[in-house]
């Protein structure tokens, strides 16, 4: 690497400006927590989409920070990077290595679960439903007396 951040198109510079929450997203990685098997890096893990970074949309999870204002992130303490980002003042310049499609970072099997496309509510309204009909049939079935 020659001493110099990535230079890639899948690396891109992004500018947020600090909200009242923050910057808006949660980050993993360093030399005392990696994130990634071999790789001492700052990933995004989470993005709090009325965050700075989710009104944004351009950083997205999975994400590999290189730097913060232009210090590298290489080789540093988790407590240290968030200390950087704590002190980076109001406007932030983050140097982003993008995701790779279908890569997946962190262990093996930490592909997100998908998201059911049927709510709570419907199923309890199906089931009431399915209840009622039940109950209909059963009242209008024949009895016998003994």
Do not use: W
């Amino acid at each position: 690497m020659n001493g110099s951040l990535h230079s890639s198109p899948n690396v891109v510079d992004i500018k947020l400006k600090r909200g009242s929450a923050g910057l808006g997203f949660n980050i993993v990685g360093g030399v005392d927590q990696q994130y990634v098997i071999n790789d001492n890096g700052v990933y995004v893990s989470k993005i709090k989409e009325d965050g700075a970074a989710g009104l944004d949309g351009r950083l997205h999870e999975g994400d590999k920070i290189l730097a913060i204002n232009g210090a590298k992130l290489e080789d540093l303490t988790h407590q240290v990077i968030v200390d950087l980002f704590r002190a980076a003042g109001e406007d932030v310049e983050l140097r982003v290595l993008k995701k790779f499609p279908n890569h997946a970072n962190g262990p093996t099997g930490s592909q997100p679960e998908p998201k059911s496309s049927v709510s709570l509510l419907e199923i309890l309204v199906a089931f009431a439903g399915v209840a009622a009909v039940c109950a209909f049939i059963y009242m209008r079935l024949p009895r016998k007396h003994f």
